[in-house]
């Protein structure tokens, strides 16, 4: 089991990291007491089916039971699980101005400074940040790439960019895809509805793909719509966008947007997108 320890200083970005790690395809448990990781592990590894990676989330909240972490810690890679640490951390000054525009107190506040409580924190911290695999200093990463840094750190097949594509069919008469990212209307195309013998079948049966696809308008339609896919999903993943739904609607939903969705269903998985086809209405 891999096991990912998300711990720094408060205000450093802890929580951005364990989203990161959520999308990368971990299981995440934040703020859990020290004390309780091994026991937690074991519970995991007995009774969870297919849970591999594992993210925990600690920091100074966990107040007296923080001391018990190195303990823990050891026992769990003497028991064969691939451990490791992420700490992130900040300079002062950041940690500050995130602080004051947040309005929120820091863990250790009390009759004392924030940056008394900052500079406590990080004495506090210093033994576990000497034991960390991974350090990352966010002071001058943007949100985005922060997350970004996180994945590639993470993500199990790192030759697969990490983005979700899903290529949906749909039937304008029952509703528009509410979900959709991108929709694109093919009900200008010719309509297999109106020929007899392919009335009663769908866009999933070459029959009627070859005749969607038989007329000009449709090579043309899914060249420059493929075109522009290819251009936005790189834009998409350095923004960080982990799901991107791209839908094609026709008038029932069953033969030419379902024949579009696979085209390009299709087509992006040559690419190495990670990609699921999928028809609400045929």
Same mark, same amino acid.
């Given at each position: 089991?891999?096991?990912?320890?998300?711990?720094?200083? +408060? $205000?450093?970005?802890?929580?951005?990291? *364990?989203?990161? *790690?959520?999308?990368?395809?971990?299981?995440?448990?934040?703020?859990?007491?020290?004390? /309780?990781?091994?026991?937690?592990?074991?519970?995991?590894?007995?009774?969870?089916?297919?849970?591999?990676?594992?993210?925990? $989330?600690?920091?100074?909240? $966990?107040?007296?039971?923080?001391?018990?972490?190195?303990?823990?810690?050891?026992?769990?890679?003497?028991?064969?699980?691939?451990?490791?640490?992420?700490?992130?951390?900040? %300079? @002062?000054? +950041?940690?500050?101005?995130?602080? &004051?525009?947040?309005?929120?107190?820091?863990? /250790?506040?009390?009759?004392?400074?924030?940056? #008394?409580? =900052?500079?406590?924190?990080?004495?506090?911290?210093?033994?576990?940040?000497?034991?960390?695999?991974?350090?990352?200093?966010? %002071?001058? /990463?943007? =949100?985005?790439?922060?997350?970004?840094?996180?994945?590639?750190?993470?993500?199990?097949?790192? +030759?697969?960019?990490?983005? +979700?594509?899903?290529?949906?069919?749909?039937?304008?008469?029952?509703?528009?895809?509410?979900?959709? @990212?991108?929709?694109? @209307?093919?009900?200008?195309?010719?309509?297999?509805?109106?020929?007899?013998?392919?009335?009663?079948?769908?866009?999933?049966? &070459?029959?009627?793909?070859?005749?969607?696809?038989?007329? @000009? #308008?449709?090579?043309?339609?899914?060249?420059?719509?493929?075109? /522009?896919?290819?251009?936005?999903?790189?834009?998409?993943?350095?923004?960080? &966008?982990?799901?991107?739904?791209?839908?094609?609607?026709?008038?029932?939903?069953?033969?030419?947007?379902?024949?579009?969705?696979?085209?390009?269903?299709?087509?992006?998985?040559?690419?190495?997108?990670?990609?699921?086809?999928?028809?609400?209405?045929?």
């Amino acid at each position: 089991m891999k096991i990912v320890i998300v711990t720094g200083l +408060s $205000g450093a970005g802890k929580s951005s990291a *364990m989203k990161s *790690m959520e999308d990368s395809g971990y299981y995440c448990v934040d703020n859990l007491p020290p004390i /309780l990781i091994s026991k937690f592990i074991e519970i995991c590894q007995y009774n969870v089916e297919e849970l591999d990676n594992i993210a925990l $989330g600690i920091d100074i909240r $966990g107040g007296a039971f923080f001391d018990d972490f190195h303990d823990g810690y050891q026992e769990l890679i003497k028991k064969g699980h691939e451990c490791k640490i992420l700490y992130v951390e900040a %300079s @002062d000054e +950041s940690l500050v101005k995130r602080y &004051k525009e947040l309005r929120r107190p820091h863990p /250790l506040s009390g009759e004392q400074t924030l940056i #008394e409580s =900052i500079r406590m924190e990080r004495v506090m911290m210093q033994s576990l940040r000497n034991s960390a695999d991974i350090i990352i200093d966010t %002071s001058n /990463l943007g =949100i985005n790439d922060f997350r970004n840094q996180v994945k590639e750190k993470f993500l199990e097949d790192t +030759s697969q960019p990490n983005i +979700s594509i899903i290529c949906n069919s749909f039937g304008f008469k029952k509703g528009i895809a509410i979900d959709a @990212d991108l929709v694109f @209307d093919v009900r200008f195309l010719p309509n297999p509805f109106y020929i007899s013998e392919l009335r009663e079948r769908t866009g999933n049966e &070459k029959d009627v793909q070859d005749y969607v696809m038989s007329f @000009d #308008e449709s090579r043309v339609f899914l060249e420059k719509t493929t075109d /522009l896919v290819e251009f936005l999903i790189p834009q998409y993943i350095k923004e960080g &966008k982990t799901q991107l739904v791209i839908s094609f609607g026709c008038t029932g939903g069953r033969h030419r947007s379902v024949t579009m969705a696979n085209k390009l269903g299709d087509h992006l998985k040559k690419l190495n997108y990670r990609v699921f086809i999928t028809h609400r209405d045929s």
